[in-house]
């Protein structure tokens, strides 16, 4: 394949508008500011490769004051590199230009330079799945909210045929929270339905072991993050004795080069790790902890982090290459009135690429 050569870098702030109050453990959003990135080469307009950029709210370590002035400053040290590259070199570009503290611009850049060399169609990763040929499971997200709230959420998601639901929790009352579990469990077993809850670090350390034996009644396939992120002891012990599997999240981010990713799971030991290319700088910093977390016998499934049609369509092209068949975190394509349109859709479930729609 050629090299793509004289690349312009540009940018554009857009601000994502929720359906709804989307509540979590670190409050509510109405809106979510995200920067989509463009690259083309100088002699050739009309490919353009598209990226995204958007760190998540008192989350990414990239959530900063003066974002957008750091991503301009690189794009255009982008542009003045006029840089050839090929398709092989793209880590290599990323790596140089764009420093590991922040994750959502690698991400962006990764993301932009491989669409660019597919022809700029948002192809990211030839599959199946773009071909509409395959679909990919995801979980069906609940979030906080008050009781009849996310009632009526859960109701809606098996309404709409899905088989596995992730239920955000430590919003409400634990009682509360539990009592929806059990409503679901009431109508239907785990064979029916699969049920994770993502606590967001949301519990104490020294009562999160009693929660857990209290929410393994519910027979869940895992949690998420129970107690907040930087307690690897604790994490530890509670990866040890835990009476249902718990997926480390949070947990994840900040921690580059792979030697520090193998020491954090080699040290804690989780029965699951939750892999978000924004928060984690993207699909080569996601090779890396997969390649640790299999060989230390550790599973592993993919989560969107709230990006707009741009991102999650990248996100899922390389979800679909890597032929895990666990229910994906895909499902946040819907969550916006003013969603970039495209050929993804949700059906019974499932994430599909409609060859009917276009971009």
């Known amino acids: 394949m050629k090299n793509i050569r004289s ?17 979590t453990s670190r409050g509510v959003l109405n809106q979510k500011v ?63 230009f764009v420093p590991a503290s922040l994750p959502s611009i690698r991400f962006a850049v990764e993301t932009a330079l491989m669409d660019l060399f597919h022809e700029g169609v948002r192809t990211i990763f030839p599959s199946g799945f773009v071909k509409g040929e395959h679909a990919i499971p995801i979980n069906g997200l609940i979030w906080m909210g008050d009781k009849s709230f996310m009632l009526e959420q859960i109701d809606q998601k098996l309404r709409e045929g899905y088989d596995c639901i992730k239920m955000k929790i430590g919003a409400i009352d634990f009682e509360q929270e539990c009592e929806l579990l059990g409503y679901i469990r009431k109508h239907f077993d785990e064979e029916k339905i699969t049920l994770r809850v993502d606590a967001n670090g949301a519990f104490g350390v020294g009562e999160a072991l009693t929660k ?64 978000k290319p924004t928060l984690l700088g993207g699909f080569a910093s996601c090779d890396e902890w997969i390649r640790i977390a299999e060989e230390l016998n550790i599973d592993w499934w993919m989560t969107s982090a709230l990006e707009s049609n741009i991102g ?24 916006y009135h003013n969603n970039i349109a495209s050929p993804l859709k949700i059906v019974s479930g499932t994430l599909i690429y409609d060859q009917n729609e276009t971009w």
């Open 212 to 275: 857990l034996e209290v929410l393994s009644e519910y027979k869940l396939h895992s949690i998420e993050q129970p107690i907040r992120q930087g307690q690897v002891e604790a994490m530890r012990e509670l990866c040890k004795r835990t009476p249902l599997p718990i997926a480390l999240d949070e947990e994840l981010i900040g921690v580059h080069g792979i030697e520090d990713k193998r020491s954090l799971l080699e040290s804690i030991m989780p029965q699951y790790i939750i892999l």
């Open 34 to 96: 995200t920067y989509i990135i463009s690259v083309n080469e100088k002699s050739v307009k009309e490919k353009v490769g598209l990226g995204e950029a958007g760190p998540l709210p008192k989350l990414s370590i990239d959530d900063l004051d003066g974002f957008e002035s750091m991503l301009s400053h690189i794009l255009q040290q982008l542009t003045d590199a006029n840089l050839s590259v090929s398709i092989d070199e793209i880590n290599d570009v990323v790596d140089q």
């Open 312 to 335: 999650l369509n990248a996100i899922a092209q390389y979800t679909a290459i890597l032929k895990n068949s666990l229910p994906q975190g895909l499902g946040t394509g819907q969550l």
């Open 7 to 23: 690349l312009q870098f540009n940018y554009q702030k857009l601000i994502l508008d929720f359906k709804f109050e989307a509540g």
